[in-house]
């Protein structure tokens, strides 16, 4: 996992190019104005949610892990914390990654075992917010506020504000419904799992052992998805995660007056959570680094497609991204590895024969077991 320096250009290209667009299409004075006008207070309760979010996120992960091992939260929070700041500074959310291996050597547990049970959290994040989309944009058409979404939003770009959210949650919506198709069958039907290991027969000996191995290590990370029960339970346990991120961007959101340009409370909230769920959704396609730039990008759109004046639409996205959700996890993430005497070098450097290494260790823990 060695990070080429090729895909950390290419993210931080991907991020100037979205930056320079946002600021050449808007009047820097106003953002500017915007800027300073913003009423930075909020950002500190918006920070401590952020962080009980994060609480909020471990023990979900705990409960994935709960079919395979039990593990305290207090255990999992600063693996979760460090995940999330290297996904923050690496490109193509190697961070995933990251928090996988790191699992794996404090806890001496599988790590694509680990991957596994990160990517169910994926999916559930992604199922969840297409939800709350899906309920926000209804509601927000019932209560009339797309009415106000004429010209600002063609002068941003030239299709509308409203194509554009849809294009992009129905592209995300095809990834992750059969993302969850996938990962079911592979967890409830056995012969998926034989199925895979006929694909991987067609590979040399010992190419094939090893992996079968891996791939046996990841199907089991899946065990939490092995019953419709399993599936409620995540799926509630989903909902104080985006609940709590929404509320963050709410609070965040009266730092700018945004709740201004709203007729109803309901409105607004509504308003603010169709824009957590578009700017994550985008970040579901990872390209930039920490998503600077495309989540911007995303948010702005959707403001300005509710009537938002863009230049406050895109302070707001600026503040949102950078002061609440991004810079504090970093430099927590980063004070939890100097702590613990870990670097992002360390774990980024090649650490897959450590992932082999705990993966055959779990497989010979419990017999041989999964499919």
């Known amino acids: 996992m060695t ?8 993210g931080l290209g991907v991020s100037a190019l979205f930056l320079v667009f946002l600021i050449w299409s808007i009047d820097t004075d ?16 918006a920070v401590v949610i952020y962080f009980i979010v994060v609480y909020f996120r471990a023990s979900r992960w705990r409960y994935i892990l709960s079919p395979l091992r039990s593990f305290p939260v207090r255990r999992l929070y600063p ?3 460090i995940g999330y700041a290297a996904n923050n500074v690496l490109p193509a959310r190697i961070g995933e990654l990251v928090r996988a291996y790191y699992l794996s050597q404090r806890e001496r547990f599988s790590g694509s075992t680990a991957l596994a049970t990160i990517g169910v959290e994926r999916i559930y994040d992604g199922m969840t917010l297409l939800a709350f989309g899906v309920l926000s944009a209804l509601l927000l058409l019932l209560l009339g506020e797309f009415d106000s979404a004429g010209d600002a939003c063609r002068n941003t770009v030239r299709v509308s504000c409203q194509t554009a959210a849809l294009a992009i949650s129905g592209a995300a919506g095809v990834v992750f419904c059969t993302g969850f198709a ?3 069958l592979l967890a409830v039907n056995q012969r998926a799992g034989r199925l895979i290991y006929r694909i991987l027969g067609l590979l040399p000996s010992r190419l094939r052992r090893r992996a079968w191995r891996l791939a046996r290590s990841f199907i089991l990370g899946l ?20 609940l709590g991120e929404g509320a963050v961007y709410l609070t965040v959101a009266y730092s700018f007056g945004i709740d201004g340009y709203f007729d109803s409370l309901a ?12 700017s994550n959704l985008a970040n579901a396609f990872p390209a930039a680094i920490g998503a600077i730039g495309p989540f911007e990008f995303i948010a702005e759109l959707t403001l300005i497609s509710l009537g938002v004046d863009k230049e406050v639409a895109l302070s707001y996205a600026l503040v949102a991204h950078l002061l609440a959700l991004w810079l504090p996890v970093n ?7 100097w702590k613990q005497n870990l670097s992002l070098k360390q774990l980024t450097t090649d650490p897959s024969p450590s992932l082999r290494a705990s993966t055959g260790a779990e497989s010979r823990s419990e017999g041989g077991g999964g499919n």
């Open 3 to 10: 990070i080429n320096n090729w895909r950390l250009w290419v």
């Open 30 to 45: 106003k953002l500017i104005k915007a800027l300073r006008e913003a009423n930075y207070l909020y950002v500190i309760p």
């Open 79 to 81: 693996v979760v914390v």
């Open 182 to 184: 996938v990962v079911t």
């Open 223 to 242: 065990s939490v998805l092995n019953s419709p029960k399993r599936h409620l339970a995540l799926a509630l346990r989903s909902l104080p995660v985006w």
């Open 267 to 278: 409105g607004f909230v509504f308003a603010i959570m169709l824009v957590t769920t578009t």
């Open 331 to 337: 430099l927590v993430g980063l004070a939890l590895m």
